[in-house]
């Protein structure tokens, strides 16, 4: 199955957000997001 466009956005925006956040906050984030895909 493809990826709907609004995930890929989703995970970009979360790559973004990584950058400027302290990875120990947004590695939980992600891993929450990813398993719900």
């Known amino acids: 199955m ?3 466009a609004p ?3 989703r995970v ?3 790559a973004q957000m990584q ?3 302290p ?3 947004t590695s ?7 398993e719900r895909v």
């Open 28 to 34: 939980s984030n992600v891993a929450g997001s990813t």
């Open 12 to 14: 970009r925006e979360l």
């Open 2 to 4: 493809p990826i709907p």
């Open 23 to 25: 990875p120990n906050l």
């Open 7 to 9: 995930i890929l956005l």
């Open 19 to 21: 950058a400027q956040v």
